[in-house]
């Protein structure tokens, strides 16, 4: 049950519980009055005919009209703008204060938290920092991101992540995967992760256009993506791919990227965390304006 309260004044409030019905929120609303120390009047009842969308009212008396109004307009509002598959509420991390969380309920919090504090970490070594405040949407459908279909997204003009909750990521298909491996929850770890680094990336790169850095943007994902996964996990993914690090000469690309997903992330964590001056290379990361990273 959530509850969400208005107050106009001291002695006059509006106040709405939601309550699950199969997988919806319905609310019940008070509109509470005040009229001195001994009196109250509260309308309307709690009974609500979800066939009819009919809300019933109590008997109110003549002088209570005004407050009778007030309420009717509100219950015009509040069922269209709540009443939802899932009402969202607003959580944050205790460890990790600056993510916040707009969920239907609070089963993917400790999820989220848990992949925050692996990002943040795993970011920090590299003198990568959140700058404000990260704001994580979590939702139950699949996400239409640029034309295909995606479990998580970060949209850099509202500086907000969406991600579908675990639940409804392994519905989404009959056998969805990561890195050529069976999706479980240390993979949706992993892929909130990659997309709070997208959010820390922005919070450090400069004002450049992000089709010229994507290439960028998602060496750095990929790379902390597998190195917040467990020791053993990450090592199954490097072994199983048979590939290096990316060498002087090389070029970096979504293209690659498009065609070796599993490559593309392997050799992004080796090349990043086998480098002894990895500095140089996140600020050319940063500063990048072009398709794709010749390393150097």
Same mark, same amino acid.
């Given at each position: =049950?959530a509850?969400?309260?208005r107050?106009f004044?001291?002695?006059?409030?509006?106040?709405?519980k939601?309550?699950?019905? &199969? *997988?919806?929120?319905? !609310? +019940?609303?008070?509109?509470?009055?005040?009229?001195?120390?001994?009196?109250?009047?509260t309308? !309307?009842?709690?009974r609500?005919?979800?066939?009819?969308?009919?809300?019933?009212?109590?008997i109110?008396?003549?002088?209570?009209?005004?407050?009778?109004?007030?309420?009717?307009l @509100?219950?015009?509002?509040?069922?269209?703008?709540? $009443?939802?598959p899932?009402?969202?509420?607003?959580? *944050?991390? $205790?460890?990790t204060p600056?993510?916040?969380?707009?969920? !239907?309920?609070d089963?993917?919090v400790d999820?989220?938290c848990?992949?925050?504090?692996?990002?943040i %970490?795993?970011l920090?070594?590299?003198?990568?920092?959140?700058? %404000?405040?990260?704001?994580?949407?979590?939702? /139950?459908?699949?996400?239409?991101?640029?034309?295909?279909?995606?479990?998580?997204?970060?949209?850099r003009?509202?500086?907000?992540?969406?991600? =579908?909750?675990?639940p409804?990521l392994?519905?989404?298909?009959?056998?969805?995967? =990561?890195y &050529?491996m069976?999706?479980?929850?240390?993979h949706?770890?992993?892929?909130?992760?990659?997309?709070?680094?997208?959010?820390i @990336?922005?919070? &450090?790169?400069?004002?450049? /256009? /992000?089709?010229?850095?994507?290439?960028?943007?998602?060496?750095?994902a990929?790379?902390?993506?597998?190195g +917040?996964?467990?020791?053993? %996990?990450?090592?199954?993914?490097?072994?199983?791919?048979?590939?290096? !690090?990316?060498?002087?000469?090389?070029?970096?690309?979504?293209?690659? =990227?498009?065609?070796?997903?599993t490559?593309?992330a +392997?050799?992004?964590?080796?090349?990043?965390?086998q480098?002894?001056d990895?500095?140089?290379?996140?600020?050319?990361?940063? &500063?990048?304006k072009?398709?794709?990273?010749? +390393?150097?």
């Amino acid at each position: =049950m959530a509850i969400w309260t208005r107050s106009f004044s001291p002695d006059c409030s509006l106040r709405i519980k939601f309550y699950p019905l &199969n *997988s919806k929120y319905i !609310p +019940v609303i008070k509109f509470i009055a005040r009229l001195d120390l001994e009196e109250i009047i509260t309308f !309307p009842n709690e009974r609500y005919s979800k066939r009819k969308n009919i809300y019933n009212f109590s008997i109110m008396k003549q002088s209570h009209l005004k407050l009778l109004i007030i309420s009717i307009l @509100f219950l015009l509002i509040i069922p269209t703008y709540f $009443v939802s598959p899932a009402v969202a509420v607003q959580y *944050s991390c $205790v460890g990790t204060p600056g993510i916040l969380i707009s969920a !239907p309920n609070d089963k993917m919090v400790d999820h989220v938290c848990n992949a925050a504090d692996r990002a943040i %970490r795993f970011l920090g070594k590299y003198k990568l920092k959140p700058k %404000r405040a990260i704001y994580i949407e979590i939702i /139950e459908e699949v996400i239409n991101q640029d034309g295909y279909k995606a479990f998580g997204s970060y949209d850099r003009q509202s500086d907000r992540i969406r991600m =579908m909750s675990l639940p409804a990521l392994l519905q989404s298909s009959k056998s969805p995967k =990561m890195y &050529n491996m069976q999706f479980d929850e240390e993979h949706y770890l992993g892929a909130l992760a990659h997309e709070i680094t997208h959010a820390i @990336f922005h919070h &450090n790169s400069k004002q450049i /256009e /992000e089709k010229w850095n994507n290439a960028a943007q998602e060496y750095l994902a990929h790379a902390t993506q597998l190195g +917040v996964l467990p020791a053993q %996990r990450r090592e199954d993914i490097i072994i199983s791919e048979d590939t290096g !690090p990316w060498e002087p000469g090389d070029e970096i690309s979504v293209t690659y =990227m498009g065609f070796n997903t599993t490559g593309f992330a +392997v050799k992004s964590y080796l090349h990043l965390t086998q480098m002894t001056d990895p500095q140089s290379f996140i600020q050319i990361l940063l &500063n990048h304006k072009w398709l794709y990273i010749s +390393v150097p």
